[in-house]
């Protein structure tokens, strides 16, 4: 087992890039298995661009799918960083028992709804009749596979709030490789096409399933996975603390719907699925600069979580110092590399002149509000960290209320092509609201806990 980090204790400085850089790669590679699929599928002979629109199409679902680990996952690691950093280990043990089981049971019933309903949500999502048939293949055998997903990325939240950062991204390491490697055979050889894709990405989110249980019933780990001390008190809790980065994902997959909705609609027969892997495209460009944002904030949420309850006000000021700092340099880079180096992404998907030239477009447009998206992501996890949920929530939904207004609203005028302008406007906008929330609120805030009995019991 890699060595801990004393969240207590360590330099804040140091502490934050050894929590962060791990949880960052981790994102970047997990951001792996959906890229990794799109490029082999847009490569398949003849079929490739219409293959691609169709597992674009099953990208919202999968997103969100995978909220809702999200929702027991960041929901719970929180909270038994809290109880750890009280000293209260035997409460942050049944917390990590009830989120497993929380897990476990969404999994199964988000599996037989999808499995119900997969063909009217991918006709409603965007889907024509020409890249339905990719779409279902693909959702069909993921679906049956989510179980492996829903739980190695919720329990390895558990693994990072302990501190073993290095663990959790050979979590997400384990599966990315395997599917690297399993996508050409069982897409190529074994001539599966978009089913193979679908093949690898279920055994490789298994592979790294198995790796996350054995690392929480190691004798290393502090808390360690056990079996039962089920109470709704602390699932309701779990539950709240994690709306907030379970909104943030869930609409995110609705967002992204109602954008392949609305470019279907106005594309109309001779662009629509045109605009759509366009979409995709940009989509899996975007993630590459927000996934690690979000590893970058999530990652450093522990910090946060264990210092708020030892009441170590000095390290949660530095702690914010810090991630803003190497969130804005990111978002800074990451900017520039978009705007200037988008074709070299793009070309890895299609090498059609037409979609290359309106894919580097969107690339552009869509990236132009980024560097903001760290003081948002950052004001979000970091208050859903201090337990103030509801107030991230309510930053997480105005943000996603905007978008969703822009993109209905700009192609009514502007067209098809309209409807990307709406991502910068509302991460610019949102974000300055979101700092200046910030500004008022934590203050208050951090004096507050500094006369408040710890509230580990009340978890």
């Known amino acids: 087992m890699a060595r801990a980090n004393d969240l207590g204790h360590d330099p804040i400085g140091r502490l934050v890039l050894r929590l962060a850089i791990p949880s960052m790669l981790a994102q970047l590679v997990n951001v792996l298995y959906s890229i990794v699929d799109r490029m082999y599928i847009g490569n398949i002979p003849v079929i490739g661009d219409t293959a691609l629109a169709g597992a674009g199409v099953c990208g919202p679902i999968v997103t969100l799918i995978s909220s809702f680990a999200m929702l027991v996952g960041v929901g719970g690691g929180p909270l038994m960083a809290i109880s750890m950093g009280a000293g209260d280990m035997a409460h942050a043990k049944k ?7 929380m897990l476990a049971v969404l999994s199964l019933v988000l599996t037989g709804i999808m499995l119900a309903f997969r063909e009217p949500m991918l006709m409603a999502f965007g889907a024509s009749e020409a890249t339905f048939p990719y ?21 390895n939240q558990f693994i990072i709030c302990q501190g073993f950062s290095g663990m959790g991204m050979a979590t997400v390491l384990i599966g990315a490789v395997l599917n690297i490697v399993l996508d050409p055979v069982f897409i190529f050889v074994l001539n599966m096409g978009v089913k193979g894709a679908a093949i690898a990405t279920v055994l490789s989110q298994a ?56 470019l279907q609609r106005y594309g109309g027969a001779e662009m629509g699925d045109t605009y759509v892997t366009c979409a995709t495209i940009v989509q899996s460009c975007m993630q590459i600069i927000t996934m690690p944002l979000v590893g ?95 107030l991230a929530v309510m930053l997480s939904l105005g943000r996603k209320l905007l978008y969703f207004m822009l993109t209905i609203l700009i192609p009514l005028w502007a067209g098809a092509a309209g409807a990307f302008y709406a991502e910068p406007v509302s991460d610019v906008f949102c974000a300055a609201v979101s700092f200046t929330v910030y500004l008022l609120v934590i203050g208050r805030l951090l004096r507050e806990r500094e006369i408040m009995p710890d509230p580990t019991r009340a978890l």
């Open 296 to 390: 970058l904030t999530g990652g450093t949420q522990p910090i946060l979580s264990f210092n708020y309850g030892a009441k170590r006000i000095d390290r949660i000021k530095r702690t914010y110092v810090w991630v803003f700092s190497v969130g804005l340099v990111f978002t800074t880079v990451m900017f520039l590399v978009s705007q200037f180096a988008g074709g070299v992404f793009v070309n890895i998907f299609t090498q059609n002149p037409e979609q290359v030239s309106l894919s580097v477009w969107g690339i552009r447009v869509f990236t132009l509000g980024v560097i903001p998206l760290a003081l948002q992501y950052e004001v979000v996890d970091g208050f859903t960290a201090l337990g103030v949920p509801k």
């Open 207 to 262: 592979a790294g399933f198995v790796f996350v249980v054995c690392v929480l019933l190691g004798k290393k780990i502090h808390v360690r996975l056990s079996f039962g001390g089920y109470d709704w008190r602390v699932m309701r809790r779990v539950l709240l603390y994690g709306l907030s980065p379970f909104v943030i994902t869930a609409t995110d997959s609705i967002l992204l719907i109602v954008l392949n909705t609305v």
């Open 95 to 101: 917390i990590l028992a009830n989120c497993a089981m």
């Open 135 to 155: 779409a279902d293949e693909y959702l069909t055998v993921y679906v049956c596979g989510s179980l492996f997903a829903v739980l190695s990325v919720g329990l």
